[in-house]
């Protein structure tokens, strides 16, 4: 099993840059692929990014290509989403998660952490 707590979520303004952090606990931390998602304010939870667990596979939703970079460090049992050039429609909470699925991405995930609240003005 393993727990998941996200930090670093904020008000920001647009075109700005943002990290994300997600502590992980659990023994078996680095078996999982983890994974970024995000809920926007009346909208459904959508994925955003996720990283296999040896780092082999990143995955991205089509609208942060390029703009958002996910990473990993298993020895921390840390993942990260570094988020740039951030637009409005980036404000959602975003939520850290794990599965233990190789290729993985969508919304149905393992386990998840409590999000954080990002907020981007324009």
């Known amino acids: 099993q393993v727990q998941l707590v996200e930090s670093g979520g904020g008000l920001v303004q647009a075109g700005d840059s943002l990290r994300l952090s997600c502590a992980a606990s659990?023994?078996?931390?680095?078996?999982?692929?983890l994974g970024w998602l995000r809920q926007a304010p009346g909208k459904e939870r959508e994925f955003v990014a996720a990283?296999?667990?040896?780092?082999?596979?990143?995955v991205y939703e089509d609208s942060v290509k390029g703009r958002f970079t996910i990473s990993r460090d298993n020895a921390k049992n840390m993942v990260y989403l570094q988020m740039g050039s951030l637009k409005s429609e980036d404000t959602a909470v975003y939520y850290c998660?794990?599965?233990?699925?190789?290729?993985?991405?969508?919304?149905?995930?393992?386990?998840w952490g409590q999000g954080t609240q990002v907020t981007v003005s324009s």
């Open positions: 998660a794990a599965d233990t699925q190789y290729l993985k991405h969508g919304v149905s995930w393992d386990y």
């Open positions: 659990g023994r078996t931390f680095s078996s999982y692929t």
């Open positions: 990283i296999s667990w040896d780092g082999g596979v990143i």
